[in-house]
């Protein structure tokens, strides 16, 4: 056995005092009494997690690396507990047919500090079925956004499905009907707000509800109506932080600017209640971050995103130890759902499965601040407040992150060229 791990576990949704040993990068055994280990490491006090699979994040490799790149955008997810990301294609060059695909492969491999997973884009010539092996999903734009690879038409996006549903992997979606956002001049969250209305993410969701029981995944989920409906269609659901924890009313300026928008208080509230009732799926980041003068733009020429990958799980963690948030419903939505949704080897603590492990530190608490975070963004909406950031970070046995020091590599792998055992 390569490595013993003794403390308290969240094992599906619970806490046990145990010990998990781990060999060749799986946990291999669980049990009160685990002998032998090269290495044994006993945490006393505090939680030791799953890893969390953060099924969405934009880290801008290729082409937008001033904004991030793999390395900053794949540290930053390590730091927040995150061991395995899934990330977008509305890079520059969009990644939307193989040698883009291919390309990206090459220019990441080696980079990652955490397992990743790549998106293509779905345009109206996609080969799904020959880029199906080589990505964790497929992404489909229904409204316009950073990037410029938007398909909203019924009849394209129609003609694409029996080849999705044939290649057996899951189509993320951003559910804003591009028909109803309008293109008015914009100097607030307001007014942004005014031109992608909440119906617009509603009627997205509508109009897919017709391939009811598709692997489909409708991304940042603002609204708990959308939620019911993509519900009742057998789709799984993202929600992120940013749109629980603010509201149109109380935030200006354009750290606050994101597609879909802040929505209303109201919108919020509403939200919150169906993420407590276990109506979304997971938690997405949606990490999308641009650099500090792109977002120091006028309101109407800056661009949409909010960073999120580092500070999304610690947060939530906060939360969970305040009696805030279920830590059972962190558990599920953060790390089983994710990997569970997109066919990882990973997100539960049991044997077989991938030794990605974070141990938090729960009496730790600490405030966020911009400057000690690790995207290359350099702002955050979430600067002063309280958050657990994780004290070890284990990927697949490796210990990347020890007493809250980086201490490992760039050992991250794409997990569709490792499909699970
Ligand atoms: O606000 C957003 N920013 N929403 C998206 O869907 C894309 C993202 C980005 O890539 O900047
Ligand atoms: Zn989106
Ligand atoms: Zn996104």
Not at 45 to 62: A, L, N
Not at 190 to 218: C, F, Q, T
Not at 251 to 262: D, M, S
Not at 374 to 402: C, L, W
Request: proline share 5%.
């Amino acid at each position: 056995m390569d490595l013993v791990i003794e403390g308290r576990f969240l094992i599906d949704e619970e806490l046990k005092e145990t010990s998990v040993g781990i060999e060749d990068g799986k946990i291999v055994t669980i049990g009160k009494i685990v002998r032998g280990g090269d290495e044994r490491i006993v945490f006393s006090s505090g939680i030791i997690t799953p890893g969390f699979t953060d099924p969405h994040v934009h880290f801008r490799e290729p082409g937008l690396t001033a904004k991030e790149d793999f390395r900053s955008g794949t540290m930053s997810a390590l730091f927040g507990g995150v061991t395995c990301v899934l990330d977008m294609p509305n890079t520059n060059p969009p990644t939307t047919d193989m040698r883009t695909l291919m390309d990206k492969k090459a220019t990441v491999r080696s980079k990652a500090h955490v397992d990743y997973g790549l998106f293509a884009a779905l345009t109206p010539n996609a080969k799904i079925e020959s880029l199906a092996p080589h990505v964790a999903g497929f992404k489909l734009f229904m409204g316009s956004t950073t990037g410029n690879i938007l398909l909203n038409d019924d009849n394209e996006i129609g003609y694409l499905m029996n080849d999705i549903a044939r290649s057996g992997k899951v189509m993320s979606v951003h559910a804003e009907d591009d028909s109803m956002i309008q293109k008015d001049t914009e100097h607030s969250n307001w007014d942004h707000l005014r031109n992608r209305p909440v119906e617009a993410e509603y009627n997205a969701v509508r109009r897919l509800s017709r391939y009811k029981g598709m692997k489909i995944n409708i991304c940042h989920v603002t609204d708990p109506n959308t939620a019911a409906l993509a519900a009742n269609a057998g789709f799984t659901t993202e929600v992120t932080l940013h749109h629980m924890m603010f509201g149109a009313e109380n935030v200006t300026g354009t750290e606050y600017k994101v597609n879909p928008p802040i929505r209303d208080l109201r919108t919020r509230d509403g939200l919150c209640k169906a993420v407590e009732a276990g109506r979304i799926t997971m938690f997405g980041s949606d990490h999308a971050p641009h650099t500090q003068s792109d977002k120091m733009q006028e309101y109407s020429t800056a661009p949409g995103g909010m960073v999120g990958v580092e500070t999304t799980i610690p947060i939530l963690m906060d939360w969970a130890m305040k009696g805030k948030f279920p830590l059972a419903l962190l558990d599920r939505m953060g790390a089983r759902n994710p990997a569970a949704t997109f066919g990882l080897n990973k997100g539960r603590i049991k044997v077989g499965m991938d030794a990605d492990l974070v141990f938090f530190d729960t009496k730790k608490v600490s405030k966020i601040d911009a400057d000690t975070l690790h995207s290359k963004a350099g702002h955050t909406a979430y600067a002063g407040m309280e958050a657990i950031f994780p004290d070890t970070v284990i990927v697949r046995g490796n210990i990347q992150i020890q007493d809250g020091e980086y201490c490992g590599g760039a050992i991250g792998v794409d997990t569709s060229e490792h499909p699970r055992d």
